[in-house]
């Protein structure tokens, strides 16, 4: 007799009731005790043939209990050496489950951790930011993520990246842990390399800025010293009274008073902004412009600026000053190594939208197309080591698009370069 298939053999049930129709079928085929040696064979054969049965579901059982096993091991292994640390927790933070990874991030036995509430193990200074992200993840039931660290007890905390996601049931959080202090680090790294590159940024500008006091500096000094020299001149000739005295010292400490401000001016251009302040371009364009003017002037540079807006911008002026000193700079380098007839810089302001737009264009040749896309590069200079450091451009760059969230461009235009500040 063939064995009877059914879809629910294998359960208890299913056993039962099959047992329970071969019975049947084997009284139906006799309704009387078996007498006859014949009667006897063909009941000991059915029940071989049952035994048989058994066997091979058992076999069956078996096999399928060894392959539950094994994809239970499986997964486990999956589950507790996974390369990212798998948490789940209750609505008030209590650890359910936490896999060997999870455990080895936190540097804290798993067995301890159970039952623990899991922003013990955050340091102090970002519990609220845990605190913030679990909040929000059992109430948006949508995945959150946030950046915490985990303090290491004999070493430094690590930062971990926590992302989770709520079952529609809402009643447990299951948290995925990554380890980021690499990435972190890598970033610690670049912050202060780009920090150094803006010192000596900012070194190199105060060389040219020493340049420029000298120059603003150079007439009041000759108005002053010729004023002292009359002093004298009146005294011999006998026309020294006090009126010309008066007038002497009046002029005097204007003089002063105006050789004492251009300091405070250049020293307070190089005054990093602690925070964004809202200001306006034309101001910026008009204090840079008056740092570098007499500078300009005695190269035989002109410069002329036309607006037809004045935005106004919520950033770091002075930094955005610098920007435009950076540009206005390597367009004197450029007028002066070309030398054209009329060397001149212009400055637009103007308006798109809701963006300023100022564009810094000079006639000194334009910049070559082998290397138009690498003025941006650090280090990157086509002057000598003497006379370039290659950061200026860089950091205009890294200042616009990073810190104010902007967009600085150059191309060339009719006999020159044209820089683009976009904010």
Same mark, same amino acid.
């Given at each position: 007799m063939?064995?009877?298939?059914d879809?629910?053999?294998f359960t208890?049930? &299913?056993?039962?009731?099959?047992a329970?129709?071969?019975?049947?079928?084997?009284?139906?085929? $006799?309704?009387?005790?078996?007498?006859t040696?014949v009667?006897?064979?063909?009941l000991?054969?059915?029940?071989?043939?049952?035994q048989?049965?058994l066997?091979i579901?058992? /076999?069956?059982?078996h096999?399928?209990?060894e392959e539950?096993?094994?994809?239970?091991?499986?997964?486990?292994?999956l589950?507790?050496?996974?390369p990212?640390?798998?948490?789940?927790?209750?609505?008030?933070?209590t650890?359910q489950r936490?896999?060997?990874?999870?455990?080895?991030l936190?540097?804290?036995?798993?067995s301890?951790?159970?039952?623990?509430?899991f922003?013990?193990?955050v340091?102090?200074e970002?519990?609220r930011?845990?605190a913030?992200f679990?909040g929000n993840i059992?109430?948006s039931l949508t995945?959150?993520?946030c950046e915490?660290?985990?303090p290491?007890?004999? $070493?430094?905390?690590?930062w971990v990246?926590? $992302?989770?996601?709520?079952?529609?049931?809402?009643?447990e959080c299951?948290?995925?842990?990554?380890?980021?202090?690499?990435?972190?680090r890598?970033e610690?790294?670049?912050?202060e390399k780009?920090? +150094?590159? +803006?010192?000596q940024?900012?070194?190199?500008a105060?060389?040219?800025m020493?340049?420029?006091?000298?120059?603003?500096w150079?007439?009041p000094?000759?108005? +002053?010293?010729?004023g002292i020299?009359?002093?004298?001149?009146y005294?011999e000739n006998g026309?020294?009274?006090?009126g010309?005295?008066d007038?002497?010292?009046k002029?005097?400490m204007e +003089?002063?008073?105006h050789m004492?401000?251009?300091?405070?001016?250049f020293r307070?251009?190089?005054q990093?902004?602690k925070e964004?302040?809202?200001f306006?371009?034309?101001?910026?364009?008009?204090?840079?412009?008056?740092l570098v003017?007499?500078?300009?002037?005695?190269?035989q540079?002109?410069?002329?600026?036309?607006?037809?807006?004045n935005?106004?911008?919520v #950033?770091?002026?002075?930094e955005?000053s610098?920007?435009?000193?950076?540009?206005?700079?390597?367009a004197?380098?450029a007028l002066?190594?070309?030398h054209?007839d009329?060397?001149?810089v212009?400055?637009?302001?103007?308006k /798109?939208?809701?963006?300023?737009?100022v564009?810094?264009?000079?006639?000194?040749?334009?910049?070559?197309?082998?290397i138009?896309g690498?003025?941006?590069e650090?280090?990157?200079?086509?002057? #000598?080591?003497?006379?370039?450091?290659?950061? &200026?451009l860089?950091m205009?760059?890294?200042?616009?698009?990073?810190?104010?969230?902007?967009?600085?461009t150059?191309?060339?235009v009719?006999? #020159?370069?044209?820089?683009r500040?976009?904010?």
């Amino acid at each position: 007799m063939e064995p009877r298939k059914d879809t629910g053999f294998f359960t208890e049930a &299913g056993l039962r009731r099959h047992a329970e129709e071969r019975l049947q079928e084997i009284s139906a085929a $006799s309704s009387l005790p078996p007498r006859t040696e014949v009667e006897l064979l063909r009941l000991l054969h059915e029940l071989q043939v049952h035994q048989a049965e058994l066997v091979i579901q058992n /076999e069956e059982l078996h096999r399928t209990r060894e392959e539950l096993e094994t994809a239970l091991d499986q997964y486990t292994d999956l589950y507790d050496f996974a390369p990212v640390g798998y948490v789940t927790i209750n609505q008030v933070g209590t650890i359910q489950r936490i896999n060997l990874t999870g455990a080895d991030l936190i540097g804290v036995v798993r067995s301890r951790l159970i039952g623990s509430r899991f922003e013990i193990f955050v340091t102090h200074e970002d519990r609220r930011t845990f605190a913030d992200f679990l909040g929000n993840i059992f109430t948006s039931l949508t995945k959150e993520f946030c950046e915490v660290r985990l303090p290491i007890e004999g $070493s430094i905390p690590i930062w971990v990246q926590i $992302s989770g996601v709520t079952p529609s049931t809402g009643q447990e959080c299951r948290l995925a842990l990554t380890n980021i202090t690499e990435r972190k680090r890598a970033e610690e790294e670049l912050r202060e390399k780009e920090l +150094l590159l +803006l010192r000596q940024n900012r070194l190199a500008a105060m060389g040219e800025m020493i340049n420029n006091i000298a120059h603003q500096w150079r007439q009041p000094l000759n108005t +002053l010293g010729l004023g002292i020299q009359s002093l004298q001149m009146y005294y011999e000739n006998g026309k020294f009274d006090e009126g010309f005295l008066d007038h002497s010292v009046k002029m005097s400490m204007e +003089l002063i008073q105006h050789m004492s401000q251009t300091i405070d001016d250049f020293r307070h251009y190089f005054q990093p902004d602690k925070e964004k302040v809202e200001f306006e371009i034309k101001d910026a364009v008009a204090r840079t412009i008056y740092l570098v003017d007499d500078s300009l002037k005695y190269q035989q540079i002109s410069i002329e600026v036309e607006s037809s807006a004045n935005p106004r911008l919520v #950033g770091f002026p002075n930094e955005y000053s610098q920007v435009l000193l950076n540009i206005i700079m390597n367009a004197k380098d450029a007028l002066l190594k070309s030398h054209p007839d009329d060397a001149r810089v212009r400055i637009t302001i103007s308006k /798109e939208g809701e963006k300023s737009v100022v564009t810094i264009a000079d006639n000194g040749g334009g910049i070559p197309d082998a290397i138009i896309g690498k003025v941006f590069e650090p280090y990157f200079t086509t002057k #000598g080591p003497d006379q370039g450091t290659g950061i &200026g451009l860089f950091m205009s760059k890294t200042i616009i698009e990073k810190s104010m969230g902007g967009k600085l461009t150059v191309r060339n235009v009719g006999d #020159g370069a044209e820089f683009r500040i976009e904010v």
